[in-house]
Structure formats: C-alpha cells, structure tokens
C-alpha cells in the first residue's frame, strides 16, 4: 500500500513517521514523504503550489495521502490570508482533484477551528461549520474542496484539536519554557477544549487507513480543559518528571486580557464517540496523555 504524506516535518507529520504501521490490510506499506524543504528522507512539496500537488498525485499514484502539512500560524493567517487559503484549501483541493482520477483515497487533517465555540456542547461530525477567523474558514474552505471532488470511501475528513507533542512548536513546549523563564504566567482559563497529544492522533490517522473509515470524523484525546488547566497540568506533571525545579505561578486570565489578531472559539470540544468506535481506540484522558509526551521530553 503506498501512503503519501504531506507535512512531514511537522508535529503530525513526525509522529506519522515514528509509528508507521509494517502492514495495512495485508499489504506492506511504502511511504512517500512529503516537507516544504525536503531532505531527511522527504520529497520537497509546496502546498501554495497546487499544480506540483497534482503532479504528486499523478506520478506515485497513492492508495493514500495523509494531508497533515497545513499553515497553522493562526494568528499570522489573519495578515497572510491568500497563503494560508492556497495552503489549507488549494492544496486538498488539488489532492482530491487529481485522487479523483487516480482512485486513491484521502485522509484531510482539520481542525475544531471551523466551529464558531458559541455551542457549548461538544460539536459532532455532522454539525454545520462556521469559522471565526482566517485560519479556520481556510481549513473549511479545505474540507469542502476535497469534498467537492471526493466522496466516500475516497475521502476522510478528520478533525482534531490544540495539538502538541515531543518536537516542533506547541503550547506545552513553550509553557516548559516560560515556566523556567519567569515568576509567574497569565494563562486564558475561559477557552475550552481538548489538548491532543500527535502520538494518538497519529494511531488514529493509521487507523483510519486500517479500517478505510471515510466521511467526516473527530479526535482528540478525552475529557475537556481550558489553557490555564492545561498550563496547570503541564507544571505539576512537568515538575514531577524533573523537567521543572521551580515553575512560574500560573494565574487564571481571560481571553479580553490576553488580546490576539484571530478570535478563538471559546468552546470547541469534539465528540470524538464515533470516530473512537470506527477505529477501535479506547478514549485516553488528555492528563495521562500529557504525562506520557512529558515522558518522551524528558527521555
Ligand atoms: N497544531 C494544532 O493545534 C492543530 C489543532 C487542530 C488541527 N490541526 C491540524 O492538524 C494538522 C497537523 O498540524 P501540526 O500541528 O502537525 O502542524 P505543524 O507542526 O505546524 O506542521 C505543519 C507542517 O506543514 C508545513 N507547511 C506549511 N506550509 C507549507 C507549504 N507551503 N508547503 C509545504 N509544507 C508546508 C509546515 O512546514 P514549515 O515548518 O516549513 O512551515 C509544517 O511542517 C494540520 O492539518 C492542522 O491544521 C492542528
């Protein structure tokens, strides 16, 4: 089975990369990685560039692209809109177009940014979309091109939420930074949602191609925090690990006191229920999650 993925460089796309699966369906896998730059065993692919997409496409003829490379810089989007719009929409657009005439399959990381938060009850897969700022009407821009072109079983949506891990730029490695640089940290406690570790987001990425699971689908890890639990949790955890000897206090802020260029969803958990029965994977509480990356940081 030949899986292209696409943001190989990134935190999705590495722990992709850590845990590829020797088979799928009875059929060894042959990755095809893809980074902006390429090197370290990647091909270069440039997501603004939808006519090299195609051609990707066109010449490996996948049974798989994993779509994990996205432009994420959520509040920089807000200033960037064309290239983030060519990376988070023309991109799957292109993927799907030329998957359409190939036969492959697509698999299209999205995000919990689509939603509006104004719920305030977890947000199904079947729910309408109605994104605050740049970045997120992008990814659902995104997620309608692809389905534009591709229907099931050719196409995967998965959404996701506040992603972190080991490596890369995240919010746990900057709280790990911060908390041994200062007194004390403001951190937002009235923006809830679900941190999500890419070792499980990379299981279920798998697993979706283990068990040609389509349509759209959520994930995160279980149970639901605000920044300031999750900065919380990253001080205790992190001191118990001996990551930190003495962390900054950390005080509970709100969204008005910590004004960014991108509105954020001030409640965007997902109702991951389905996609956890479709892949076979028991829930994880995000805390035992965290307590697991703070581990490989530490290792
Ligand atoms: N991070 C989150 O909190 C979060 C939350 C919900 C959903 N998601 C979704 O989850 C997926 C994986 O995100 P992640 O956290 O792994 O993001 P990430 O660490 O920012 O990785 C994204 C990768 O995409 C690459 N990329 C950006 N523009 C590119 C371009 N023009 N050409 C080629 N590559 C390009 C980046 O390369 P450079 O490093 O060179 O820029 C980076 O390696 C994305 O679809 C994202 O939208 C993320």
Known sequence: MKVIITGAAGQLGQALRCRVPAVIAGEPV??????????????????????????????????WLINAGAYTAVDKAESEPELA?????????AFAEALQATGGRLLQVSTDFVFNGAQGSPYRP??????LGVYGATKAAGESAAAAALTAP????????????PLGKN??????????EREQLGVVADQVGCPTATQGLA???????????????HWSDAGAASWYDFAVAIAELGQVAGLLENPARINPITTADYPTPAQRPSYSLLDCSGTRQALQLPP???R??????IGDVVA
């Not at 919010?171 to 041994?180: E, I, P, Q, S, V």
Request: charged share 15%.
């Open 30 to 63: 042959e990755l095809i990685p893809t980074s902006r730059a390429g090197g370290q065993g990647a091909l270069a692919l440039d997501l603004a560039d939808a006519a090299a997409c195609r051609a990707l496409v066109q010449q490996h003829k996948p049974d």
């Open 85 to 93: 719009r060519a990376v988070n929409a023309g991109a799957p657009a």
């Open 126 to 131: 079947d729910q309408p979309v109605d994104p």
């Open 154 to 165: 050719q196409l995967c949506i998965l959404r996701t939420s506040w992603v972190y891990g």
């Open 171 to 180: 919010f746990l490695l900057t709280m790990l930074r911060l908390m041994r």
């Open 203 to 217: 299981q279920a990425c798998w697993a979706v191609l283990e068990h040609g699971v389509s349509g759209v689908q």
């Open 284 to 286: 994880l509480h995000w």
């Open 288 to 293: 035992e999650a965290l307590r697991q990356v």
